[in-house]
């Protein structure tokens, strides 16, 4: 028996034909995995990533394969998952994935506490939950921990517990909200091993934050309604690396778009690049769309699902499903169907229907495919960089979280301009003196 909990292996023939068409698209990660074939750089280290199992992660184990690493690969959600792909990478390529679409919440941690049975040396994260299972058993905090994952820990002896914590060297951190969850470990003094915050390249969320959650958050919420945004009221709460993306292509398709905040600073960025600025309480009654990704907790409350419009279709785009006040929607309303696969709508004691994306998880993924490859070229080239450079230097990193080093993030940008084809101009050694010196002046 292999090594998996997957759907359905004969999904395997349709994974294999997607995965090679994303990595048409993923030309850097491409070159990394011709470069690690022959170096070798991760022979025979465990990896457990717990990622949005997608054609683009697919191409991420099968770049950390080819550098000698042993991966495994459990979703981070349990509405993302690509079943196709699963058995693709499986079936055609021997890696070990525990990840099925629309898994409950019980299985979903027993695929992420394979992950942690696989003892991996380097874990690779997307949003914390892994990280934060594996602190809380590191940390002899049994009963915090999510089921079955407690079961297991409780039957582990203090020694077996932290031998498998000692063995991890490190992790990485894909996106916004698990690095805010590793900065509060950090601030806490409970990080056990250094993390890298990925998501923090500039190669990461300028491109992957902004341009592909922007298209792909639009891309889900066409798929799952096929409305209009042309004339449409958009209302995009959060102006974020993420909100800033969907707000750009939303005005793109002929929206009218409504930003709302809570930063000041960011508040009068939207305003200036063009955007209407309100508070959500005002933009309630007149938006058709409303896209939260805040990364933050309630955003949509009752009394702004009092104030909408009949027919308000509700999407998220941030990492987890707290964005939308779920229970007070489940409350108001009176009934609901499913008119389209992954639309539910709730009618209101009043009548009003409001529709809700994909249970309100992360539409792109829930909806559409998540990310194209083009920028998940360079969100995971950062990934695999940064996997080697735990292995080599991480036993002499502390348990913080640090920065994607700037080489690797440069190497990335370098390494994508190159395979687009674009040359960029280098600084003469005039230029480089003159930037260097603070005597020279008018
Ligand atoms: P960010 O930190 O750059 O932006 C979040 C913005 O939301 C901030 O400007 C903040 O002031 C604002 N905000 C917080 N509470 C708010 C409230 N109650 N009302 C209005 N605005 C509020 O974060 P980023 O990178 O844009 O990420 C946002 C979320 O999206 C995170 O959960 C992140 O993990 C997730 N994400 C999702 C992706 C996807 O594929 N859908 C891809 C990348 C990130």
Not at 324 to 353: K, N, W
Request: with cysteine; aromatic share 6%.
């Amino acid at each position: 028996m292999r090594d998996c909990h997957i759907k359905d292996p004969s999904l395997r023939e349709k994974g294999r034909g997607r995965i090679e068409w994303a990595a048409q698209g993923m030309p850097v990660l491409g070159l990394l995995r011709e470069r690690f074939s022959r170096e070798r750089p991760l022979e025979g280290v465990r990896i457990s990533a717990c990622l949005h199992v997608t054609t683009e992660s697919a191409q991420l184990m099968l770049t950390l394969k080819a550098a000698g690493a042993d991966p495994l690969l459990c979703a981070s959600n349990p509405l993302s998952t690509q079943d196709d792909v699963a058995a693709s990478l499986v079936f055609d390529h021997g890696i070990k994935v525990y990840a099925l679409r629309g898994e409950d919440p019980r299985t979903y941690y027993e695929h992420i506490r394979q992950a942690i049975v696989h003892r991996p040396s380097i874990i690779l994260d997307d949003g914390g939950d892994l990280t934060s299972q594996v602190h809380l058993l590191g940390l002899g905090r049994l009963d915090e921990l999510k089921e079955p994952v407690r079961e297991w820990a409780l039957s582990l002896s203090p020694e077996e517990r932290s031998g498998i914590i000692e063995g991890i060297l490190g992790g990485t951190e894909e996106t916004t909200t698990g690095v805010l969850r590793l900065r509060e470990m950090e601030r806490e003094g409970v990080l056990l091993f250094p993390v890298i915050a990925v998501n923090d390249a500039y190669t990461k969320y300028l491109f992957d934050n902004r341009y592909g959650t922007g298209q792909s958050t639009i891309d889900g919420i066409l798929r799952a309604t096929n409305r209009l945004l042309a004339g449409s009221t958009f209302v995009v709460c959060g102006y974020g690396w993420c909100g800033r993306g969907i707000a750009m292509r939303a005005r793109g398709m002929g929206a009218r778009v409504i930003v709302t905040e809570v930063n000041p600073i960011r508040a009068l960025e939207a305003l200036m690049d063009g955007f209407e600025v309100m508070s959500l309480q005002e933009a309630a009654p007149i938006g058709d769309f409303f896209v939260t990704v805040t990364g933050n907790y309630h955003v949509i409350r009752r009394e702004h699902l009092e104030r909408m419009k009949d027919g308000a279709i509700l999407a998220n785009s941030g990492h987890f499903n707290v964005e939308v006040d779920l229970e007070a929607l489940e409350e108001m309303a009176q009934g609901r169907s499913q008119p389209r696969p992954g639309v539910t709508q709730y009618v209101m004691h009043d009548g009003r229907r409001i529709n809700l994306l994909g249970e309100g998880r992360l539409v792109n993924l829930a909806c559409a495919e998540g990310h194209p490859p083009e920028v998940m070229d360079m969100s995971f080239s950062n990934q695999a960089l940064c996997c080697v450079h735990l292995w080599k230097k991480g036993k002499g990193l502390q348990r913080r979280v640090y920065r994607v080093p700037e080489e690797i993030d440069l190497e990335v940008a370098r390494l994508k301009l190159r395979a687009m084809g674009i040359e960029i101009d280098s600084l003469t050694p005039e230029q480089r003196r003159y930037l260097e010196s603070w005597t020279s002046g008018t």
